[in-house]
Each structure stands twice: as structure tokens, then as C-alpha cells.
């Protein structure tokens, strides 16, 4: 079976673009590994129009009920490549391939982590990259999160409602955040301190986290002991679909497209966070709005190439 579109990603922008697919009447098949990307695990969301409060993974089920009723297939899966193939694409799965006249790549970036040793060994055990999921764990204990930007601060903010004292451990002379979101971290007094100008040179333990060695002092000692160490200090961009078409990079190795989310590539349209649009600033909403414009450039081009790839499927 051959689709008018596969959208690879189901978060918030790869669920916006079914929508819009699924008006422009495309038949849609998107393909995801993690249900609702980075929102699903956000925790409350007060920016969203319309919801002055909801939880990230309500509003990415009410986009996927709103893709499904339109009429979008979702399937979970994770994609390995994608091949473009005469007027048509090829994407493969771990279980299976399927045709496509045009893909939409809402991949989102992948986190970035701190590169250490023992970090990979100490993952799950006391060190974490999700605090909403793992944040409820540390109630009445310790714990340091390293960061600076507003996404850090606001885990701040969450981890508040649990841990007992919360170390924000940040390279910066002071972080760096939405001005709501550092004075509810600062209202929370003596809970939260900031070690500025610091960084985590090595994370100590065995079987779990025991401790952080910092690259300066604090309070006359070298080591810093903690319970759990959350890490958000940003994301990478995927790379992989971007080698595999010879999609065109910027300086940063984001996914690089117009302002109707066209690439070198025809037929190949990117959105959300694999895209380093409005000077990096990366948000639901402005996710949701280049999967839209990513799903009206796809509708515009299977209309005018469909056909073509119809022919080529079934020579």
C-alpha cells in the first residue's frame, strides 16, 4: 500500500500535521517510538491557548484522539531509514516498510547528556534526564539538577513539590529563565540553592548515585552529596534521516527548510524541534504550527507529484 503521507514522530508537531493532512484528505499513516515526544512528559503546561493549565500527556492524547477522528492511521514503531526511491519514498521499520509519496519529518532532538563516566552505568540509578517522571521518586531527599535554562528552572520548580533540598548547578553566572518561572523557583527560599559557575566533573557510585565531584568547592569540600542528579542542559539534533536523503544541514545540524518547511529535498518536509526555526526558540505551539505548514507544503506537493508515484509503485 502506497500512503499520500508517513510522518515520522508523534509528538506535537507530527500529531498537528496528521490533523492538517487528514483535512487536506491525504491518507496518513504516522509512526512514533515515544507517544507524544518531550510534551507527553512536561508535567503542566500554562502557555498552551485556550487551557491556562493542562498536563503535557492529556494534551498530546487529545491531539492523537483529534488525528484519529480525522481519520490518521498511527502506528508505534521505531524508524531505522528512509529511502527515497524514483517519485516515491521507502520507510522501514524494525518490523516492516511502507510506501509513501511524501514524509514529514517531526523527529524532534534527542538530550543532550553530560558525557561523563559512570553516567551511562548510573542511568536509572540516580541519574535521570526526565523529571517529571522520575522527579516523585526523591521526596524528602536530596538531589542536584544541572542546567540554567528555563527548562531546568521549571524542574526546579517541580522537583520542589518533593525533594527536600534541590542543587541547581549551572556554568552561567545565574540562569537564565522565564521571569514567572525564576520567581517561583525563588520563592522557595533555603530549598534551592544555585551554584553558579559550576560544573559536575564526575558522577561517583556504584550500584547507585552517591555523589557529584564539582570543578569548584563548596562549603570546603570537593565532592557534593546527592540522592538523585537530573540533567537538562538541552538537545542535539538527529542526524540520521538527514544523512540517509541527503538533507541539508545548518550551521547547528538541525534540519534546514524555508519558511514553508520545503527541503532540498522534494517531497521530504520537516517539523518541530528538527527544525532551528525563530532563532532556536522551541515551544508546543510553535511545534504544532510547522507541523500545520509542513502538512499544507505536503499536501501542495502530493498534489502536483502524486501521480507520479503511483506510476513508479506499480511499475
Not at 55 to 71: F, P, R, S
Not at 144 to 171: C, H, P, Q, W
Request: charged share 25%; net charge negative; with cysteine.
Amino acid at each position: 500500500m502506497t500512503y499520500d503521507l508517513v510522518i515520522i514522530g508523534t509528538g506535537a508537531a507530527g500529531l498537528s500535521a496528521a490533523i492538517y493532512a487528514e483535512r487536506y484528505k491525504l491518507n496518513t499513516l504516522l509512526i512514533g517510538e515515544e507517544f507524544g515526544g518531550e510534551t507527553a512528559t512536561a508535567g503542566a503546561i500554562e502557555n498552551w491557548p485556550g487551557n491556562k493549565i493542562i498536563d503535557g500527556y492529556e494534551l498530546m492524547a487529545a491531539m492523537k484522539e483529534q488525528a484519529l477522528a480525522a481519520g490518521a492511521e498511527i502506528r508505534e514503531g521505531r524508524v531505522i531509514r528512509v529511502k527515497k526511491k524514483d517519485a516515491c519514498f521507502d520507510v522501514f521499520t524494525e518490523k516492516e516498510s511502507v510506501h509513501a509519496k511524501a514524509v514529514i519529518l517531526a523527529i524532534g532532538a534527542q538530550r543532550r547528556h553530560l558525557n561523563l563516566p559512570n553516567e551511562k552505568e548510573l542511568t536509572g540509578k540516580g541519574v535521570h534526564y526526565c523529571v517529571t517522571c522520575d522527579g516523585p521518586v526523591y521526596a524528602k531527599k536530596t538531589v542536584a539538577m544541572v542546567g540554567g535554562g528555563d527548562s531546568s528552572v521549571k524542574g526546579v520548580n517541580f522537583l520542589a513539590e518533593y525533594a527536600e533540598k534541590i542543587y541547581l548547578i549551572t556554568r552561567e553566572k545565574e540562569p537564565h529563565a522565564e521571569p514567572v518561572n525564576m520567581e517561583r523557583m525563588k520563592a522557595h527560599g533555603e530549598k534551592v540553592e544555585i551554584l553558579a559557575e559550576t560544573q559536575v566533573k564526575e558522577i561517583v557510585g556504584e550500584k547507585k548515585l552517591e555523589s557529584l565531584v564539582l570543578s569548584r568547592s563548596y562549603r570546603g569540600e570537593e565532592r557534593l552529596a546527592v540522592d538523585g542528579l537530573f540533567v537538562e542542559i538541552g538537545f542535539d539534533p538527529d542526524k540520521t534521516f538527514a544523512d540517509q536523503l541527503g538533507l541539508e544541514l545548518d550551521e547547528r545540524g538541525y534540519l534546514k527548510a524555508d519558511n514553508m518547511m520545503r527541503t532540498n529535498v522534494p517531497g521530504v518536509f520537516p517539523a518541530g524541534d528538527a527544525v532551528n526555526h525563530f532563532e532556536g526558540f522551541k515551544q508546543d505551539i510553535t511545534a504544532a504550527a510547522l507541523g500545520a505548514v509542513a502538512a499544507t507544503s505536503a499536501y501542495d506537493y502530493v498534489r502536483k507529484n502524486g501521480s507520479r508515484c503511483e506510476f513508479h509503485a506499480s511499475a
